[in-house]
């Protein structure tokens, strides 16, 4: 039964992995941590670390998280169900959408994802940050790591995205409303992207 609600919920995240499983790491953290408590908050940031420091594909936190909660099983069956319908869902759209790159809707729905996926970046690295050590030298640590990442262009993924897109009021305010609504409420990430892609299409965007 473990398993039926890991496949399932690693699918419905999947499909709405836009900017990447790290952007969807708020809706993990809900069904994994709040709603079934199959992790606590230590551990799944733990995992999420262990993952970001081991040579392989970005994504390699879900088996982790998988492991955690119904052992090798868990592993493979939250890899495929992770894997598996985002990359049908991209073959499908670069198939379709390859002739038509240039093409006005085409590049409203890109800018209009762009702040929805940075405002997601955000709220996973804060709560990430809340099953963390809050002391001194891990806030110094952690403020080290983003100055080296913003010069180098190693890691923090958000900022770097934020360099490349619109910062009109609309998409600042939508960036700052998806970390609110990742943070605070239980509202699905599919709902955000939806209104990014309408205030793209109204010209807000």
């Known amino acids: 039964m473990i398993l039926l609600e890991l496949a399932w919920r690693f699918a419905l995240v999947s499909a709405i992995a836009f ?15 709040q709603q079934n408590h199959w992790i606590d908050d230590t551990t799944f940031a733990a995992l999420f670390a ?15 998280f998988g492991w955690q909660v119904a052992g090798l099983a868990g ?16 073959l499908a759209f670069e198939h379709y959408t390859g002739a038509h790159r240039d093409a006005r809707w085409m590049i409203v729905f890109r800018r209009a994802l762009a702040p929805v ?7 996973t690295g804060a709560i990430l940050a809340r099953g963390t050590d809050r002391s001194v030298a891990t806030i110094a640590l952690t403020i080290a790591t983003v100055a080296v990442g913003l010069r180098t262009m190693l890691m923090a993924t ?16 939508l960036t700052i409303a998806t970390v609110a609504v990742g943070l605070r409420t239980k ?14 299409v109204l010209g807000y965007a």
Not at 158 to 169: E, F, K, N, P, Q
Request: hydrophobic letters at 60%; one cysteine or more; glycine letters at 10%.
């Open 19 to 33: 900017g990447g499983a790290t952007a969807v790491m708020p809706e993990m953290h809900r069904f994994l941590v």
């Open 50 to 64: 262990i993952s970001q420091a081991s040579p392989g594909p970005n994504v390699l936190f879900v088996a982790l």
């Open 75 to 90: 592993a493979i069956v939250s890899t495929l169900a992770m894997c598996g319908p985002s990359s049908m869902f991209a």
């Open 117 to 123: 996926t940075i405002g997601l970046l955000m709220a």
């Open 158 to 173: 958000g900022a770097i995205l934020a360099r490349g897109t619109d910062r009109s009021v609309a998409t600042i305010a």
């Open 187 to 200: 509202i699905n990430p599919l709902w955000l992207i939806a209104a990014g892609a309408v205030i793209g």
